[in-house]
């Protein structure tokens, strides 16, 4: 999602792995810290011994028009790349909204918007997947299941079948540093 004050816009993220020159690329409005998701996202791969392919990668957050602003872009930009690949399977991935910020050793970094995120996944009737610091605040809206992974890793296992993550319940929020 892409805030707009308080409220939580829409952001479709699509990822395309074609021949070509290697590169990772991201269009679509991003700013800075958009832009510097990938660099963030390659030493995760790194770090869970994934490589990334000798090929193309273009990243596009749609709607095109929409700046998008923040690291919380970094969970569902992984996502995409990570279904793109196939390594988590994409109907699955399609189904959920992501936020959230990758440290380079894969953990899940709390962001802001949390809230919003889960009422913007509960009016498209879709799932939440955000930081596990985030879980609490998100479940307090309860009209979307949210799912709060402490890392990538966990994420991955999740979509594989490997070891599931319990939906977060209403809590009390903890305090980011």
Not at 168 to 175: A, C, F, I, Q, T
Request: glycine content about 8%.
């Amino acid at each position: 999602v892409a805030f707009d004050g308080i409220e939580a816009r829409p952001v479709e993220v699509q990822c395309a792995v074609s021949p070509g020159m290697p590169g990772f690329g991201i269009v679509g409005l991003p700013d800075k810290a958009v832009s510097e998701a990938r660099e963030r996202i390659r030493a995760v791969l790194a770090s869970l011994a994934i490589a990334l392919p000798s090929r193309r990668i273009t990243v596009n957050l749609s709607p095109a028009d929409l700046p998008k602003e923040g690291s919380h872009f970094d969970l569902p930009i992984a996502l995409a790349l990570l279904a793109a690949l196939e390594i988590l399977p994409r109907e699955e991935v399609a189904q959920v909204v992501a936020l959230g910020e990758l440290s380079l050793d894969g953990k899940l970094v709390g962001v802001n918007g949390a809230l919003p995120a889960a009422m913007a996944a509960a009016a498209q009737e879709r799932r939440l997947l955000c930081p596990k610091a985030c879980g609490a605040e998100a479940a307090w809206v309860g009209a979307a299941e949210v799912i709060a992974a402490p890392s990538l890793a966990a994420v991955i296992r999740h979509y594989t079948g490997e070891a599931a993550i319990e939906p977060s319940v209403p809590g009390e929020v903890e305090e980011r540093d």
